[in-house]
């Protein structure tokens, strides 16, 4: 099929790789000049394991082709929007315009049996308006689908190629046949196909994302208990994960969540639940919110206990993206720290393996150190933010003779304590009562 992505941002390019992966033609559009130029040239704008590889196949196989605008690529038979719908500035809702201003200029150029498809993550009733607003410039009922996206940045390939389940929402027959037939090999590995209403459709990425968000909250609440009770949040998120009904993936309790999609999407999620008169429905999605930023204060808190007073004193963060694997810094807990322990008047030094050039000349109180080894040289406090492995493989004996002070805050849970405590460190870790 010859296929549209519209919106090189993370989504856009991991689909439209993975579609040329398929054996599609693809056409990817995007308004940024420069984005388009590192495209065209191989070049990831951001970093995502695989994906550069990917990007370089699929241009060389020369089913990967690059435009400035829909209107120069006009010809294909189904246009999947990946365009952002980032948090409003001053408001918790999402910013759909550029939806809006990517559907408006689509509708001008297709024809009635083009197929489109929303991939982005919209509030309920967008692709309504959208097909309203699209259909009124067109001059005839624009084939309108959606089709959420579940990708995990670090693994948004694998996910884009070996999804879960496939969510068609669709006012079609015909849209449901173009995505089915799209995703045809996808579909013949026996990947569950969901066919289902529009509004539906729009509703199962916010609910997922709400529940993710939820689950990673409920046990970083049980971590605030757990550390005034003497308890230990990370054995009780064990125990409670052999519960097969509750599982346990993400349940793992240390400075909560971040990135592009959870924090405001759960937002988004309340605002336009509001907006529909059902705020009440979700207002708990406020105290997720409210327990997930609770948590990074809080390591500003052990940090402050721990030196005293924050003023003048050295700390070291390790990790700035809001997970490993990733440079994204979007709404991270750990940037969030270090920009914290930085105004509380500590001398923040922080290191990153791959965010260090994402953050450019940002933020430039925090100093950068690029090299891991040397950071530790002098520092009085350590606080482990963001969970790369070579921070897990650390060794605590070759760390320890840089540091003025052996005192880490585990942010993250992944340290192992006994063998930290060995190397003569004192170690505190977010939900544990950690005996130094
Ligand atoms: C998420 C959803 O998982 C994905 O399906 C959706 O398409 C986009 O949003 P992503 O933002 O890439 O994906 O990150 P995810 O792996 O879900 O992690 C989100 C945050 O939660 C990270 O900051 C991570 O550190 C944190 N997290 C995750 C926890 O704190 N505890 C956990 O147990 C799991």
Same mark, same amino acid.
């Given at each position: 099929m010859r296929v549209g992505v519209i919106g090189l941002g993370y989504l856009g390019v991991t689909h439209a790789v993975a579609m040329a992966s398929l054996g599609h033609e693809v056409v990817g559009i995007e308004a940024s000049a420069e984005r388009l130029g590192k495209l065209k040239e191989g070049e990831l704008p951001f970093f995502e394991p695989g994906l550069a590889a990917g990007l370089a196949d699929a241009i060389a196989a020369g089913n990967l082709s690059f435009a400035a605008a829909a209107s120069a690529a006009d010809d294909c038979d189904l246009y999947f929007l990946c365009v952002g719908t980032p948090q409003l500035s001053g408001s918790n809702a999402a910013d759909t315009s550029f939806v809006f201003a990517a559907g408006e200029a689509l509708a001008k150029v297709i024809d009635e049996e083009t197929v489109v498809v929303g991939k982005s993550t919209v509030p309920v009733g967008t692709a309504a308006s959208l097909r309203k607003k699209m259909s009124e410039i067109a001059g005839f009922d624009v084939k309108i689908a959606w089709n959420p996206e579940f990708l995990r940045e670090g693994t948004a390939l694998e996910d884009s190629l070996k999804p879960d389940r496939i969510v068609i929402g669709a006012w079609h027959q015909?849209?449901?046949?173009?995505?089915?037939?799209?995703?045809?090999?996808?579909?013949?590995?026996?990947?569950?196909?969901?066919?289902?209403?529009?509004?539906?459709?729009?509703?199962?990425?916010?609910?997922?994302?709400?529940?993710?968000?939820?689950?990673?909250?409920?046990?970083?609440?049980?971590?605030?208990?757990?550390?005034? #009770?003497?308890?230990? %949040?990370?054995? /009780? !998120?064990? $125990?409670?994960?052999?519960?097969?009904?509750?599982?346990?993936?993400? @349940?793992?309790?240390?400075?909560?969540?971040?990135g592009g999609c959870l924090p405001k999407d759960i937002r988004?999620?309340?605002?336009?639940?509001?907006?529909?008169?059902?705020?009440?429905?979700?207002?708990?999605?406020?105290?997720?919110?409210?327990?997930?930023?609770?948590?990074?204060?809080?390591?500003?808190?052990?940090?402050?206990?721990?030196?005293?007073?924050?003023?003048?004193?050295?700390?070291?963060?390790?990790?700035?993206?809001?997970?490993?694997?990733?440079?994204?810094?979007?709404?991270?807990? #750990?940037?969030?720290? %270090?920009?914290? /322990? !930085?105004? $509380?008047?500590?001398?923040?030094?922080?290191?990153?393996?791959?965010? @260090?050039?994402?953050?450019?000349?940002n933020h430039p109180q925090l100093e950068r150190a690029r090299d891991l080894d040397s950071a530790f040289a002098g520092q009085e406090l350590v606080v482990l933010a963001t969970e790369w492995q070579q921070y897990r493989e650390l060794s605590p004996q070759a760390v320890a003779s840089k540091v003025a002070a052996r005192t880490i805050i585990d942010a993250r849970n992944v340290l192992d304590v006994p063998d930290w405590q060995a190397a003569g460190w004192k170690v505190i870790a977010l939900g544990r009562n950690v005996h130094n």
């Open positions: 015909e849209s449901v046949d173009a995505l089915r037939n799209c995703y045809e090999k996808i579909i013949a590995t026996g990947t569950p196909v969901i066919e289902t209403d529009v509004a539906t459709s729009e509703l199962v990425k916010v609910a997922a994302n709400a529940f993710l968000a939820t689950k990673i909250s409920f046990i970083n609440a049980m971590a605030e208990v757990a550390e005034v #009770a003497g308890a230990d %949040a990370v054995s /009780l !998120a064990e $125990a409670i994960g052999y519960d097969e009904r509750i599982g346990k993936k993400f @349940l793992r309790t240390g400075v909560g969540f971040g988004g999620f309340v605002a336009r639940a509001e907006e529909l008169g059902v705020g009440q429905a979700v207002s708990f999605l406020r105290d997720v919110d409210a327990i997930n930023l609770r948590r990074r204060e809080r390591v500003i808190e052990l940090a402050n206990e721990q030196l005293g007073d924050l003023e003048g004193r050295r700390v070291l963060v390790l990790g700035l993206a809001f997970k490993p694997d990733s440079d994204d810094m979007r709404d991270s807990p #750990a940037l969030d720290v %270090a920009l914290g /322990l !930085a105004s $509380a008047g500590a001398l923040v030094t922080v290191h990153d393996p791959v965010a @260090l050039e994402a953050l450019g000349d």
